[in-house]
């Protein structure tokens, strides 16, 4: 299966910034999410990365304050903009392959101060 | 919201004992997959099931899975307090487009 390698591990933000965060696949993968999992809660995905496309969002997210780009079959960011305290999650990306499964990073703490 | 309810939400066993998780989700899926989170890290993928398949097993975990009552189970057998994490389910529905729902998670503490 691949292997993500997801950054930063961990940011403290001020409120009303913008945090970019990354993920980098080891191999060509056909699909990409992204999730954020709040404090004591599960995952919840925020949008499905589309390669050389416009991401499509969940209900209750919207690209002008969760962007994402997927310029390749490996590579993939989501910013979280204009931070507020209730941002503050776990960030979480994946990349599937249908025949072989899910892979996920290993997560971005997100703190919003 | 989320398809996916697990229970119980939280489980506390003796080292050496067997744990069971149970899941139910509400649509018809493709398949089930358990995962593993150690304190808020990233998710590691323990098991995948099929719809077609009713049990399945990888070392000392089994997972049982009933399209009927759309419920599956997870067994870790023999726990070791490094079992201690949360556990979630989630499931590839048919007509998510490979997107998974996730299940509300147990907290499993293994005491030595």
């Known amino acids: 299966s691949a292997v993500i390698s997801q950054k930063p591990s961990r940011d403290i933000c001020q409120r009303g910034t913008s945090l970019t965060i990354q993920c980098q696949v080891d191999?060509?993968?056909?699909?990409m999410f992204w999730y954020r999992q709040q404090p004591g809660q599960s995952l919840t995905l925020i949008a499905t990365a589309n390669q050389g496309s416009e991401a499509t969002y969940e209900s209750g997210f919207v690209i002008d304050k969760f962007p994402i780009s997927r310029p390749n079959l490996t590579f993939s960011t989501l910013t979280v903009s204009n931070m507020s305290p209730e941002d503050s999650s776990i960030y979480l990306c994946s990349a599937a392959e249908p025949q072989y499964g899910y892979t996920f990073g290993s997560g971005t703490r997100l703190t919003v101060v | 919201s989320q398809q996916g309810e697990e229970d119980p939400q939280a489980l506390s066993i003796q080292e050496g004992e067997n744990a069971t998780m149970n899941c139910s989700y509400k649509?018809?899926?493709?398949?089930l997959q358990w995962y593993r989170q150690n304190s808020g890290r990233g998710l590691v993928h323990l098991i995948l099931i099929r719809s077609n398949e009713r049990e399945k097993h990888s070392g000392r975990l089994r997972v049982t899975l009933d399209t009927s009552k759309k419920s599956s189970s997870l067994l870790i057998t023999a726990s070791r307090a490094a079992d201690t994490a949360s556990y979630f389910c989630?499931?590839?529905?048919?007509?998510?487009?490979?997107?998974?729902?996730f299940g509300e998670g147990t907290q499993l503490t293994v005491n030595p």
């Open positions: 649509t018809s899926i493709n398949n």
């Open positions: 989630a499931t590839d529905a048919v007509t998510s487009g490979s997107r998974l729902t």
């Open positions: 191999s060509q993968v056909t699909m």
